[in-house]
């Protein structure tokens, strides 16, 4: 999607983020399934500098390739000259080795200059490297 392929009245802010992984330890381990959680910290550098906190909860499978999870997670920081905070949840599966991915603004969590965001956010990892593209609508925007 380029960015005249957005609705109208929405922007693109994209960058990168470095991530910290602080994984606990798994909370059950039955039949070759295991339940866990991982608190993440982030950077985000670009048209959004911000730090942000995630919870993850992930379930990994003894099929190679195979796992799933979902996350919460609150962004501090400015984004595009604003500034404020806003939550995204994660949802993402892999079957296989086939993954998919959906992280959406949470409805009303934005705070300050960005009170009123919506939108959703796609992640790339490709040799290490995080980038994101956040597509979003500010309400007030025209």
Not at 48 to 57: G, I, P, R
Not at 118 to 138: C, Q
Request: no cysteine.
């Amino acid at each position: 999607m380029t960015t005249s392929d957005l609705p109208d009245g929405y922007r693109r802010a994209t960058g990168s983020f470095e991530v910290t992984m602080n994984p606990h330890p798994p909370y059950d381990t039955t039949d070759g399934i295991s339940l866990g959680r991982v608190t993440i910290n982030k950077r985000f550098q670009g048209d959004l500098e911000a730090t942000s906190v995630v919870e993850m909860l992930g379930a990994m499978t003894s099929v190679k390739g195979s796992a799933g999870y979902v996350a919460i997670e609150r962004i501090v920081g400015t984004l595009e000259s604003r500034s404020g905070s806003f939550v995204l949840q994660h949802s993402g599966t892999m079957t296989r080795g086939e993954a998919q991915l959906t992280v959406s603004v949470v409805p009303d969590t934005g705070t300050g200059e960005l009170k009123g965001i919506a939108g959703k956010m796609t992640i790339d990892i490709s040799n290490g490297k995080h980038t994101f593209t956040l597509d979003y609508i500010l309400s007030g925007d025209p």
